[in-house]
């Protein structure tokens, strides 16, 4: 069983695809163990984000990351890491397979609707910086 960190961006927030969103990935079987809508401060942004500090994107990141509301989210399920980041398609959606979340609803690299972690590593670093031991219920 793995955990993996999941979140829908600013962007699918206020397009109202949260509901859209977590029909799908209840649907194909992932517990949601934890839940919560709020604003990122720029200094969690930069800690979550901080694999790209340096890249010419990363101002625009942190910014877009930061300017309303999230749904974070904490996935459990057989193999979730890897399988959510199949469902969220690839990262720019011009590429992303019809059928992945990406595809689906977004149309801009900067605003791609939805996060997932990369790997285990990323997992457990971005499930600790978003959220307590207690805030998930299984
Ligand atoms: P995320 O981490 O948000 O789930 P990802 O893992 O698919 O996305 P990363 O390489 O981690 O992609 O990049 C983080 C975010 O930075 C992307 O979602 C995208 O919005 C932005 N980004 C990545 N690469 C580029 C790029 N070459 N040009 C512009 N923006 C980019
Ligand atoms: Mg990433």
């Known amino acids: 069983m793995e955990r993996t960190f999941c979140m829908i961006k600013p962007d699918g927030v206020s397009r109202n695809l949260t509901g859209e969103i977590l029909v799908r ?16 401060s ?30 974070a989210m904490v996935l459990e399920g057989p193999g979730v890491i890897a ?5 969220m398609g690839a990262t720019n959606p011009k590429d992303a397979v ?3 979340i990406r595809a689906d609803y977004a149309t801009s690299i900067d605003e791609n609707v939805v996060h997932g972690s990369a790997n285990a590593d990323d ?4 499930i600790g910086l978003f959220f307590k031991p207690e805030e998930l219920v299984n």
């Open 42 to 71: 720029r200094e969690l942004a930069e800690h979550h984000y901080g694999e790209h500090k340096g890249k010419p994107f990363f101002d625009g990141l942190v910014t877009f990351i930061t300017s309303g509301p999230v749904v």
């Open 98 to 100: 019809p059928g992945t």
């Open 25 to 40: 990935l209840e649907r194909k079987g992932y517990k949601v163990l934890g839940l919560k809508k709020m604003i990122i």
């Open 83 to 87: 399988e959510l980041r199949k469902l």
């Open 123 to 126: 997992a457990q670093r971005e």
